[in-house]
């Protein structure tokens, strides 16, 4: 029989018992008293009264003591159930600031990585725009050459290996720049990325660390802390709330994203390496071709300014013999004069003798075979005098010429020392940073 029940039971007898006696019950100033009643009770109903009031006694206690042990069962359970549920709560938080706290130790290393990341490819992006910026000087020289050269003059302004090879040198340049400033590019591309990536990572792990903070707050809440209170709506599911899966992809996400940044730095940071290693060498290589044939033609112009100048001391010499021999010609016509004068006259005199006198002697043939004889080597040393004059300017004019020519082959010589002085610019300038 339950408590409730036998409560019921037992006031039932009472409300009974109070209503079929000749007595009635109050109270008085002393205590609790009894109204007399002129009902007389045989023994037996005195003896089954108070029976009854003991039995219900009995069965009174009975109901408190069940109901005790209830209540005590019952405030132990409950207290069994709050204590676990506290401890099990204060276990999810601690296993929840470990969750946090695991996270958060990547995030951070994570960050860290991708901040040293960023450094190294900012140091790379830093020389490969110091690359670009030292391609200025070798470009410089190959155009002020190409200028320098353009002004030489006559047969030597010739499109000769030199020429070509610094068109090369010139291409070479031009393509060496454009993969700079595309990598320049591309490594500003990835470290904004790394920085984007970087950015959530903070953000993440001021989250993180906020969470941490409430957590550990929650933590050390106890039973006997000052800071509790009842709250409004405590168990409210807030705007924005998210589920374990989510929290936990969010960071992974955040992580992830950051470790495929760095992994496409550090591809690109080699790349790098390798382009500037390659296009120094592309450069140098360049370099030494266009000098090779700078030297070789330099060469080439010397022998032939050497040439020239042996030429022109053989052309001197010969003019010289020549003017000479001249001279000795024009000597031996005007040698040939007075003899000639000298047999003219003595025929002309004859010519005066008396009657058969004026006779066809062996003089007379004699003279004037000498006046031809004379009249014909004038006659051929004027002739040999003429040949020797024309020989005597062609030889002016080929000296001339020879002189030109040197001039020219001096002026482009000059002109080709002048780029190689520029050229050696070109040894102070670090293509490998």
Request: one cysteine or more.
């Amino acid at each position: 029989m339950s408590a409730t029940t036998y409560a019921n039971k037992n006031a039932t007898c009472v409300s009974m018992t109070s209503t079929s006696g000749d007595y009635k019950t109050g109270n008085g100033p002393t205590g609790t008293y009894l109204n007399k009643s002129n009902t007389i009770f045989a023994p037996n109903d005195w003896h089954n009264a108070n029976q009854i009031v003991s039995t219900t006694a009995v069965r009174q206690q009975g109901g408190s003591l069940e109901i005790r042990q209830e209540a005590r069962k019952l405030r132990n359970n409950t207290d069994s159930v709050t204590n676990w549920g506290q401890h099990d709560n204060t276990t999810r938080l601690l296993d929840r600031m470990q969750d946090v706290i695991a996270w958060k130790d990547k995030l951070e290393q994570t960050i860290a990585d991708t901040d040293e990341e960023i450094a190294q490819l900012t140091n790379h992006k830093e020389r490969c725009e110091t690359a670009l910026e030292n391609m200025n000087t070798p470009f410089e020289v190959a155009h002020d050459n190409l200028a320098t050269r353009s002004i030489r003059v006559a047969i030597d302004l010739v499109d000769d290996e030199v020429n070509q090879e610094l068109n090369k040198e010139v291409e070479v340049i031009d393509g060496i720049k454009e993969k700079l400033k595309q990598k320049v590019n591309e490594a500003f591309q990835q470290l904004c990325a790394l920085q984007d990536a970087y950015n959530a990572m903070c953000d993440d792990l001021a989250d993180k660390m906020h969470c941490l903070d409430v957590d550990q707050q929650c933590h050390g809440l106890t039973n006997q802390s000052a800071n509790i209170g009842f709250q409004k709506n405590a168990t409210r599911i807030a705007e924005g709330t998210v589920l374990p899966d989510a929290w936990d992809s969010h960071s992974n996400y955040n992580t992830q994203r950051a470790l495929n940044e760095i992994r496409a730095s550090t591809s690109l940071r080699e790349t790098i390496n390798n382009m500037i290693e390659q296009t120094a060498n592309d450069l140098e290589a360049q370099r030494l071709r266009t000098e090779y044939a700078f030297r070789k033609r330099i060469h080439e112009v010397q022998m032939s300014k050497d040439e020239l100048e042996w030429q022109i001391r053989n052309t001197k010499r010969e003019t010289d013999v020549l003017m000479e021999d001249i001279r000795g010609l024009k000597q031996a016509i005007s040698d040939k004069n007075k003899p000639l004068e000298v047999a003219e006259t003595r025929a002309e005199n004859r010519t005066y003798r008396p009657r058969v006198e004026l006779c066809r002697d062996a003089p007379h043939d004699g003279l004037i075979s000498e006046r031809n004889e004379l009249q014909n080597t004038v006659r051929n040393l004027v002739d040999q005098h003429n040949v020797a004059e024309d020989a005597l300017e062609q030889l002016k004019k080929t000296q001339n010429r020879l002189d030109e020519d040197w001039r020219i082959k001096e002026n482009s010589l000059e002109l080709d020392e002048r780029c190689m002085t520029k050229r050696q610019k070109l040894l102070l300038v670090s293509h490998k940073v």
